[in-house]
């Protein structure tokens, strides 16, 4: 069964790095995982997350967007690393929909890239 992830945005607004750490304990840098990894996931990591996703992405009735595959892209377009629960975290925060696909790292959201971000995307993976 996947487990489903739901955090209420504060004051309509995106909520803060922290307010979403206070409400999902088991999310970490990697993603959702039992790795003991004593990095923690920057606001800068999360802010950079957050300011591609409320450009490239938009509701959806579907889940159509994995967390991995988000991070990459959005690697790809800023020019550096992101980890995967800087990238979920964010996609928490703007009130997507999101659930644990199955026992990894990885979150799936209700969500799909706008017309823009899927040229763009095809180009990255066609070169």
Do not use: Q
């Amino acid at each position: 069964m996947k487990k489903k992830i739901n955090v209420a945005k504060e004051n309509n607004k995106p909520s803060t790095l922290g307010f979403v750490l206070e409400r999902v304990h088991e999310l970490e840098r990697h993603g959702f995982t039992a790795e003991c990894d004593e990095r923690k996931i920057t606001e800068e990591e999360f802010n950079k997350s957050l300011e591609w996703i409320v450009k490239n992405c938009e509701i959806s009735k579907k889940y159509s967007i994995n967390s991995y595959a988000l991070k990459h892209v959005i690697e790809n377009e800023i020019g550096h690393y992101i980890p995967n629960g800087a990238a979920i975290a964010a996609g928490i925060a703007l009130g997507f929909e999101c659930r644990l696909e199955g026992t990894g790292p990885n979150a799936e959201f209700k969500a799909e890239y706008t017309k823009e971000a899927k040229n763009r995307i095809k180009k990255m993976i066609i070169a």
